[in-house]
């Protein structure tokens, strides 16, 4: 099974300011067929379930703020949120869609400072 | 409007089934592989198993293998996750959910085990 590890575990940032979470894999998820990297970022809020954020890795769903943004390749990958705004407070996981299982990051919660 | 709306979540003995149900409406339900993915309380997401579009094809996490059975009613818009010899770290919120194509989660079931 591909593992995902996120770092850190929490982080707290003032209104505004940049918030960077990275997901590590155990191995690529990079497909040869069509090189594109198969990993995912959620965003959960309290009581909802996830809401996709972006996918393939960088590539934000409809309706994503562009703050949100996603980088990386193999096995490593970022999710930044460029000014964090009261809103974004949540947990957020990476998720790789590269074989099966399907995995996901431990997650990591991002509060205001 | 889209919805995913899971059903059949309750609490069950250790070793008990259950069959969670989840009604799709407003898309063409039968175009698209469904999932399930359960959430522990307090803990993290764990993907449970996906079917295919007709119902051929099915997937399952190592940890559900053998006990889970997920399928699918194309004509009811309905996929169900049949579980077996259920076990108390099964208990978790069990969310429906048509992923990362046009990505959409369902509310969640709390399915609880424990005597």
């Known amino acids: 099974d591909i593992v995902l590890t996120q770092s850190p575990d929490s982080l707290a940032v003032s209104l505004g300011e940049r918030a960077a979470i990275n997901c590590k894999s155990s191995?690529?998820?990079?497909?040869?067929?069509?090189?594109?990297?198969?990993l995912a970022w959620y965003q959960q809020k309290p009581g909802q379930p996830p809401r996709l954020l972006i996918y393939g890795p960088s590539t934000r769903e409809t309706g994503v703020p562009d703050r949100f943004s996603g980088s990386g390749s193999g096995t490593d990958f970022t999710l930044t949120i460029s000014s964090l705004q009261a809103e974004d407070v949540a947990v957020y996981y990476c998720q790789q869609y590269y074989s099966i299982p399907w995995t996901f990051g431990q997650g990591t919660k991002v509060e205001i400072k | 409007e889209e919805q995913l709306v899971e059903s059949g979540g309750t609490l069950v003995q250790p070793g008990g089934s259950l069959r969670l149900s989840c009604a799709a409406s407003g898309f063409t339900f039968s175009r698209y592989w469904m999932h399930w993915v359960r959430q522990a309380p307090g803990k993290g997401l764990v993907w449970v198993s996906r079917i295919n579009n007709d119902g051929s094809t099915t997937e399952y996490a190592d940890s559900v293998k053998g006990r889970f059975t997920i399928s699918r009613d194309n004509a009811k818009n309905t996929v169900y996750l049949q579980m077996n010899s259920l076990r108390a770290e099964d208990t978790a919120v069990y969310y429906c959910?048509?992923?990362?194509?046009?990505?959409?989660w369902g509310q969640g079931t709390l399915v609880t085990v424990s005597s």
């Open positions: 959910v048509r992923m990362l194509d046009s990505d959409y």
């Open positions: 191995q690529s998820v990079l497909s040869r067929s069509n090189t594109k990297n198969s």
